[in-house]
């Protein structure tokens, strides 16, 4: 999966949509648009924006009447966020861990975890484990 990279601005618009579920431009900016003193036409511009990037599906209430709603859930943004972070620091995620383990920065409980994680991956994805 390509990294997904949103702006401030689309964060928070998807996440008051993951959040919230099927919004309209009027239902955003009034639960973030007034607190972060934006105009309607902002939320407008963005909305469109990202139904133009595939963010956000569109549904068509009436003429005048759009609702928004996110056609990624948040659990695919973060994987693709930490995915393309985990790329660009560190050339992947064993080298991440390789040097917190270097550093000390990983307690001997997470060390557990991070096994019976491999352990639970290779069992269900190998049928077996070594």
Same mark, same amino acid.
């Given at each position: 999966?390509?990294?997904l990279k ?14 919230? #579920? ?8 009034? $639960?973030? #648009? ?8 902002? %939320? ?9 990037? #595939?963010?956000?599906? %569109?549904?068509?209430?009436?003429? $005048? ?25 560190? $050339? #992947?995620?064993?080298?991440? %861990? ?30 077996? %484990?070594?």
């Amino acid at each position: 999966m390509n990294e997904l990279k949103l702006t401030n601005t689309e964060r928070m618009i998807m996440e008051v949509i993951w959040r919230d #579920g099927e919004l309209s431009n009027t239902e955003i900016f009034d $639960r973030i #648009g007034e607190a972060h003193d934006w105009s309607r036409h902002m %939320v407008k511009f963005y909305t469109k924006t990202m139904a133009d990037k #595939g963010l956000l599906g %569109v549904n068509q209430i009436s003429e $005048r009447k759009i609702k928004y709603f996110p056609k990624l859930t948040k659990e695919q943004y973060l994987a693709s966020a930490a995915d393309g972070f985990l790329r660009r620091n560190y $050339r #992947g995620l064993s080298n991440m %861990v390789a040097g917190l383990i270097d550093n000390e920065k990983v307690s001997r409980e997470e060390i557990d975890e991070l096994e019976r994680l491999i352990h639970d991956f290779k069992e269900k994805n190998d049928g077996s %484990v070594d």
